[in-house]
């Protein structure tokens, strides 16, 4: 395996930090990771590895806006233009097919997420305690403030076409189980959500049904509906 790193524009002119981690050269997917507010790349870089080689999966992480060595200031404005940067470095520079991506966001990651996946059509996306709308949530021990209420996640989720994986524990204490619950009810295309019983805002990865519910979502569920489509397609082009 092997960790890259690199520095991309954005639309809004800042220079973000980003992580490529390539755990195995035949890997079905690429994890376009957008990380929690408490945390920058340098404390995920061996969390991404110890992800990535358990499920198979490489990982493509950024730093937004004022975080890390990521120039700019956290904004709305900044936190949609950073993930955006990070799909098209993703999908031009190291030439990922889209339909072998996965967005994953997890806490306000899941912000940038969402917005992201009303833009592009992706195998498929995952949102690990999401937020629904609203900086109202208070986040604990942070320096970091971002100024805008609401994120719009709770109207934009209803774009998102590609199959959505929701995951929340049911004792946040941060971002309250009732937003992955209406995330999960309003997004179009899901699988079976993951609630974990005891699980608050971070600690989810630490229970063994997050690692093995990852597990049968790119190994058996995305592959399943690729399949699927393809087959549909095969029918389509064999009418037409």
């Not at 992580?19 to 035949?26: A, L």
């Amino acid at each position: 395996g092997m960790i890259e790193a690199m520095k991309v524009r954005t639309s809004r002119r800042n220079y973000i930090a980003c992580m490529y981690v390539k755990v195995t050269d035949n890997a079905k997917y690429t994890l376009l990771f957008s990380h929690g507010n408490a945390v920058d790349l340098g404390q995920m870089s061996s969390y991404y590895v110890g992800l990535g080689t358990r499920i198979g999966c490489n990982v493509f992480g950024y730093d937004y806006s004022g975080y890390g060595d990521s120039t700019g200031s956290p904004s709305e404005s900044n936190i949609y233009a950073d993930a955006e940067a990070a799909w098209q470095t993703m999908t031009t520079r190291l030439n990922l097919d889209p339909m072998r991506i996965i967005i994953y966001g997890q806490s306000i990651g899941s912000v940038a997420s969402v917005d992201l996946a009303t833009r592009h059509e992706c195998a498929g996306v995952i949102l690990h305690s999401p937020l629904l709308s609203g900086m109202r949530v208070a986040f604990p021990d942070v320096q970091r403030t971002f100024f805008f209420d609401p994120f719009p996640s709770i109207t934009k989720i209803l774009r998102v076409s590609s199959v959505v994986l929701v995951i929340h524990g049911t004792e946040d204490e941060v971002i309250d189980f009732s937003h992955g619950l209406c995330i999960y009810e309003r997004a179009p295309n899901t699988v079976e959500p993951l609630w974990v019983d005891g699980a608050g805002h971070n600690d989810i990865e630490k229970y063994s049904a997050y690692l093995l519910r990852l597990i049968k979502f790119v190994s058996k569920e995305l592959p399943a509906r690729a399949a699927a489509a393809a087959e549909r397609a095969a029918a389509a082009a064999a009418v037409a």
